[in-house]
């Protein structure tokens, strides 16, 4: 990701800038190159060093590169929020990496930038999306097997034995089986990711 965030870089020859804006430009783009580096980690201050320089003020041009340079920068960002999978593969692991990864994507799209940067943030979004979804967990036959029992035998009991009283609490025990055991197995897609991770 990073050799693809790096070739999003605008290549602009800085000698045709003012003297201010030519420094803030130099200043984002090492920050920038740095972050994007070989091995290189800092994607959280390259943001906020691009985002002093894009705050002094400038020329139109020199902004629209720093925001693109901002957009890069953040997308550099969700790279580290985020865990690895096995294969390589960036997912999200918990609420909190959900939330940050959201407001880093909306982030980029409010800047307008590279076309290229809008289509990753926007493909972000879809696997935030994706990420948040509820994903239903195969139990262990064991465990489905205790429970379908619980819940067809404890009804009968009360009835077998002439006790209303018994066969509605076994109706309510059993329902409340039948929830918890649906919501034991009914996770978020990123917890399951999480889950293969660890």
């Not at 593969?89 to 809008?118: F, K, M, W, Y």
């Not at 195969?138 to 067809?152: I, Q």
């Not at 109706?171 to 929830?179: E, P, S, W």
Request: charged share 25%; with cysteine.
């Amino acid at each position: 990701m990073r050799e693809w965030l790096d070739a999003r870089i605008p290549r602009v020859d800085l000698t045709e800038f003012a003297e201010p804006d030519r420094m803030r430009l130099a200043r984002s783009l090492g920050v920038l190159t740095r972050a994007l580096g070989e091995g290189g980690t800092g994607a959280a201050e390259a943001v906020a060093v691009v985002r002093g320089e894009l705050g002094r003020g400038g020329s139109p041009r020199a902004d629209d590169v720093l925001r693109t340079h901002l957009a890069i920068a953040l997308a550099a960002r969700s790279a580290e929020v985020r865990d690895v999978a096995a294969g390589g593969a960036l997912v999200v692991t918990g609420a909190r990496q959900a939330a940050e990864c959201r407001a880093l994507a909306d982030e980029i799209l409010a800047l307008s930038p590279h076309p290229g940067l809008s289509g990753f943030a926007a493909e972000l979004h879809r696997r935030l999306d994706r990420a948040e979804r509820w994903r239903w967990v195969e139990p262990d036959v064991g465990t489905a097997a205790v429970v379908g029992l619980a819940v067809l035998v404890l009804p009968f009991v009360g009835g077998a034995i002439g006790n209303a009283a018994v066969a509605v609490g076994g109706v309510v025990v059993g329902g409340a089986l039948v929830f918890g055991f649906v919501m034991a197995h009914r996770k978020r897609q990123w917890a399951v990711d999480a889950e293969e991770v660890r």
